[in-house]
């Protein structure tokens, strides 16, 4: 069974396999649920709460602690640069995501509670277009550093939203280079295929330095841990144009440590 809870009545069904719309908040669908659930077993909500959100947080807590040992382990890759990012971030400031492996890796890892960051992103069908559009948008809407973190691909595909006169100073573009659409090499099925150099990622050597000169744009480079934070330091200060920050990552050494992620994360089941 597959439940929605949404107060609007219109069906948004994306996985096609909705069996009931229930036309109210989570707060009080949940608050409800755990009052009913507690009376037909003779417990009092309280107890159901604490064993379930315990177990919950316990889970968390693990999960968290190996995630922070993994990343202080591996070498520098978009999941290391990803994270140096997020947790960089100018605090209240704002974010648009790109699709591909970038909207996945901040999944992952999450920007910091503490910098109280609003996350944007054209989710929908995970298309790789017009995502730096929006964001240019998006920073046009407010005053605050928005900063839009893209692959390679996704920028390149949509960089004529650079071309016109009103690029905001507070747009802020971080490039995840790995030469190609790098999901395709982590994703099982693609990355067995004998047509995945070719065809699915597609690989090419283009930088972004020149669309940054075309427009007007600061630009930094960096291809090391060492670089990046450096780079970080400059790279959102006030300035009175916007810049793009490119972050050169090997992929192979991107796919060996997602897939090392990924299984140190089953190992915690
Ligand atoms: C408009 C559009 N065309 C094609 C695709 C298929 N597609 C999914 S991911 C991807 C590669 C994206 O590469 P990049 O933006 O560099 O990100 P990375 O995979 O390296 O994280 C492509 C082409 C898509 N999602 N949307």
Redesign the pocket.
């Known amino acids: 069974m597959h439940w929605q809870l949404q107060s609007s009545p219109q069906s948004i069904d994306t996985f096609q396999a909705l069996t009931r719309i229930i036309p109210v908040s989570a707060d009080y669908f949940f608050e409800n649920l755990r009052k009913r659930l507690a009376a037909n077993e003779g417990r009092s909500p309280g107890e159901f709460e604490h064993s379930y959100a315990g177990r919950w947080q316990a889970f968390e807590e693990k999960a968290l602690s190996s995630i922070k040992k993994f990343l202080a382990e591996i070498p520098h890759c ?1 999941f290391s640069a990803m994270n140096t990012i997020l947790n960089r971030l100018p605090p209240q400031s704002h974010v648009q995501l ?5 909207v996945r890796m901040a999944n992952f890892l999450g920007a910091p509670d503490e910098r109280n960051v609003k996350v944007n992103s054209n989710r929908g069908t ?4 017009g995502t730096l559009g929006t964001a240019v948008g998006a920073a046009l809407a407010t005053s605050k550093i928005t900063t839009f973190i ?6 390149f ?1 949509d960089r004529n939203a650079l071309w016109h006169k009103y690029v905001p100073p507070n747009l802020r573009i971080v490039i ?1 280079n ?1 030469q ?5 090499r982590i994703l099982d099925g693609a990355r067995s295929l004998p047509e995945l150099d070719q065809h699915f990622e597609v690989e090419h050597n283009l930088t972004a330095k020149n669309t940054a000169e075309d427009h007007n744009l600061s630009y930094m480079f960096c291809d090391s841990a060492e670089n990046l934070e450096a780079c970080l330091s400059e790279f959102f200060k006030p300035s009175d144009k916007a810049g793009i920050l490119e972050v050169h990552t090997d992929k192979n050494v991107n796919a060996e440590t997602f897939l090392q992620f990924k299984s140190i994360m089953k190992e915690l089941k």
Do not use: K, R, V
């Open positions: 978009e790109g699709n591909s492996f970038i995970s298309g790789i277009d893209a692959g390679d691909l996704a920028f595909y995840i790995n190609g659409g790098g999901i395709f």
